[in-house]
């Protein structure tokens, strides 16, 4: 699937058997977490959604393998440690794991060109590593469920 598989995480999480199954997860996760909010976010986003129903598909396309480059240190230290389940250290590091998944964000919306974009996600910004640490016990699930 991806061409920027690196590490052992990568090259399990973004194999052609799994990304597939990866991909489906993470959508149905980021639906049930926008479920999870208020009246005007859930608004904000099924019109989103409407007048772009590819957008989610496509942005966790691209941001997928990037998301999973973010989490190979914290792989590599769950591998490290034989009684450590990857979905646990995630838990543990949970808000280590939140600024290394803001960062490949960070660096997407930085190369933006468009302002509207930039200063959407500026104001989002703020809030976002509560966001991603409230869904952690989802976005932990969904990446442990196919690594090894």
Do not use: W
Not at 27 to 34: G, I, P
Request: glycine share 4%.
């Amino acid at each position: 699937m991806a061409e920027t598989q690196h590490g052992p995480l990568a090259q399990q999480l973004l194999d052609d058997a799994v990304f597939p199954q990866l991909l489906e997860d993470s959508k149905a996760l980021v639906a049930s977490e926008v479920e999870k909010k208020n009246m005007a976010m859930r608004t904000g986003f099924n019109m989103v959604r409407k007048a772009k129903p590819n957008l989610v598909d496509r942005a966790m396309r691209t941001l997928l393998p990037e998301f999973v480059g973010a989490l190979e240190p914290f792989y590599a230290s769950a591998q490290a440690d034989p009684d450590t389940h990857f979905r646990d250290h995630l838990m543990a590091n949970q808000t280590e794991v939140a600024d290394a998944l803001l960062a490949v964000s960070d660096r997407r919306v930085a190369d933006v060109d468009n302002r509207v974009v930039k200063s959407g996600y500026q104001r989002l910004r703020g809030r976002a590593q509560r966001e991603v640490v409230a869904a952690m016990p989802g976005i932990a699930g969904v990446m442990s469920k196919y690594a090894d």
